[in-house]
């Protein structure tokens, strides 16, 4: 697929910029989650364990899996314990289970819940310690195992990126585990498997999804090749997204959500994620919201207040001349609205008595300081008043 033209936000080439690419082996088109025995096996597993969980193993795709790397001649086990926002419970029961198997395989078969808690398991099956050793990034010092990411759902992105979102479960705070050691060998792309996820999962998803390539295309981390990523992922799921929802979409449809998804995932390995992130993971640890729902409450609002410094930024992404923040916002709004997601902070239980905690904890957040707009406490509790 073509990736289009580069967005006119590119620095002059005299600015400089460097980025860290890694790249993974991708396997596109549908259908091909039967070629992972192959895939795997090229790759010199020989006991593979697969991470997931019981709604993938249900939709039937788990079975497909296991009788491909079966006929590729190698052994493999399930673990399907892994819950939504994975905590590092979660994960300490998964290497568990791949240390009694004796696994040197991984496969990550779901959601991004199960390709982090894949990623979760590889970090302490080969490092040792708990999770929170390795928040941040390149704290692994053992190498690591051979892994294989295979996204049921147009949504995290997470295949495409070196990090583990792992919960802690105490306190609730997701901790970005990263290292380059940690990212997928290979990817699968099969576009056919996202047929089997509920409405309401790929709404959530892919609004999620869509968020990624608004908020990488505008962070001050961000560069020519981050950009480039993102205005193609927002340019597929843009168009793809409110077919998916209407039940009867193409398979190429399918497959343009799922492109987009990753090549947004990719991005966020670039350039990170801004305000609306750092403002949606105290909804979720708070109150429970699912972090697309989390996200859909908080982007627009987020959009419109970075007017002030990338106004045209966002007219960029839209393909349209001059400024963009206001119809990104209402643009987002609209797919908002076709997803059937919360609109309001207090559809979800947020009360303004809520607020001053709220901004506290978003204030942590690391994605915050990649935000494109300098955010102090006062302002991240209007906007979290602005969206009540």
């Given at each position: 697929m073509s990736l289009g033209a580069l967005p006119t936000t590119a620095p002059a080439a005299l600015e400089g910029w460097q980025a860290h690419v890694r790249p993974s082996r991708v396997l596109f088109g549908g259908g091909r989650l039967v070629e992972i025995g192959g895939l795997v096996s090229e790759l010199g597993a020989s006991r593979v364990l697969v991470v997931t969980d019981p709604g993938i193993v249900a939709a039937g795709h788990v079975a497909r899996a296991v009788r491909s790397i079966e006929a590729a001649g190698l052994a493999v086990d399930i673990f399907d314990g892994v819950g939504e926002n994975p905590t590092s419970i979660h994960v300490e029961a998964g290497t568990r289970y791949a240390s009694a198997y004796d696994a040197d395989?991984?496969?990550?078969?779901?959601?991004?819940?199960?390709?982090?808690?894949?990623?979760?398991?590889?970090?302490l099956l080969t490092n040792g310690g708990v999770m929170a050793d390795y928040a941040g990034f390149g704290k692994a010092s053992k190498p690591m195992l051979d892994s294989v990411g295979v996204p049921c759902t147009a949504g995290t992105g997470s295949e495409a990126q070196s990090f583990a979102l792992i919960t802690d479960p105490e306190s609730h705070v997701k901790m970005a585990c990263g290292d380059s050691k940690a990212r997928f060998t290979a990817v699968v792309l099969d576009p056919h498997v996202l047929r089997t996820a509920p409405a309401e999962v790929s709404a959530v998803a892919g609004y999620d999804a869509l968020s990624h390539a608004v908020e990488s295309y505008v962070t001050r981390s961000g560069n020519p090749l981050s950009r480039l990523l993102a205005h193609e992922g927002w340019r597929l799921m843009d168009s793809a997204f409110p077919e998916i929802l209407s039940g009867d979409a193409h398979d190429s449809v399918w497959a343009d959500m799922l492109w987009g998804a990753h090549l947004a995932g990719s991005a966020?390995?670039?350039?990170?994620?801004?305000?609306?992130?750092?403002?949606?993971?105290?909804?979720?640890?708070?109150?429970?919201?699912?972090?697309?729902?989390?996200?859909?409450?908080?982007?627009?609002?987020?959009?419109?207040?970075?007017?002030?410094?990338?106004?045209?930024?966002?007219?960029?992404?839209?393909?349209?001349?001059?400024?963009?923040?206001?119809?990104?916002?209402?643009?987002?709004?609209?797919?908002?609205?076709?997803?059937?997601?919360?609109?309001?902070?207090?559809?979800?239980?947020?009360?303004?008595?809520?607020?001053?905690e709220l901004a506290r904890q978003a204030m942590e957040q690391w994605t915050l300081r990649h935000n494109p707009l300098d955010l102090d406490v006062t302002e991240v509790e209007t906007l979290y008043r602005s969206a009540l």
């Open positions: 395989f991984l496969v990550g078969l779901g959601g991004g819940s199960a390709m982090d808690c894949a990623k979760g398991v590889n970090f966020i390995e670039l350039s990170m994620l801004g305000a609306a992130h750092a403002c949606a993971n105290p909804l979720t640890a708070m109150f429970d919201v699912v972090h697309g729902r989390a996200i859909g409450l908080v982007l627009p609002t987020v959009v419109r207040l970075n007017a002030t410094v990338c106004d045209c930024q966002y007219g960029d992404l839209l393909g349209v001349d001059g400024v963009g923040a206001e119809k990104l916002a209402r643009r987002l709004e609209e797919l908002r609205q076709l997803g059937g997601l919360p609109t309001r902070l207090n559809e979800v239980g947020v009360a303004a008595t809520d607020v001053p």
